[in-house]
């Protein structure tokens, strides 16, 4: 089992950037696919982008594509999303995920492991 912790999140302006850690504790990291996910007020939880576990294919949301970029660093167990041209409809909690021996996915549901959040606010 991996048990994701987030950080790095903050208030920053339209156009900023910011980067995203998420910290992941268990052996099995380097076997797990892991996600970040985003839940704006009022919105449903959302999918923002996935990589396997080699860290060889990333997907991403329509939404974000070419702005964020995922990455891994299995000798650190860290997921990091690397977020550029922040704009004000990027503004929520995003929550790191795992899916432990599984493929990558937009599913929120199949990613069984969740990190408490880090909240982002772009100010416009």
């Known amino acids: 089992q991996v048990q994701p912790v987030e950080s790095g999140g903050g208030l920053v302006q339209a156009g900023d950037s910011l980067r995203l850690s998420c910290a992941v504790s268990?052996?099995?990291?380097?076997?797990?696919?892991m996600g970040w996910f985003r839940q704006a007020p009022g919105k449903e939880r959302e999918f923002v982008a996935t990589?396997?576990?080699?860290?060889?294919?990333?997907y991403y949301a329509d939404s974000v594509k070419g702005r964020f970029t995922i990455s891994r660093d299995n000798n650190k167990n860290t997921v990091y999303l690397q977020m550029n041209s922040l704009k004000p409809e990027d503004t929520a909690l995003y929550y790191c995920a795992a899916n432990y021996w599984g493929a990558a996915s937009s599913n929120s549901q199949d990613y069984e492991s969740w990190g408490q959040g880090t909240q982002v606010t772009v100010s416009s």
């Open positions: 990589i396997t576990w080699s860290g060889s294919s990333t």
């Open positions: 268990g052996r099995t990291f380097s076997r797990s696919v």
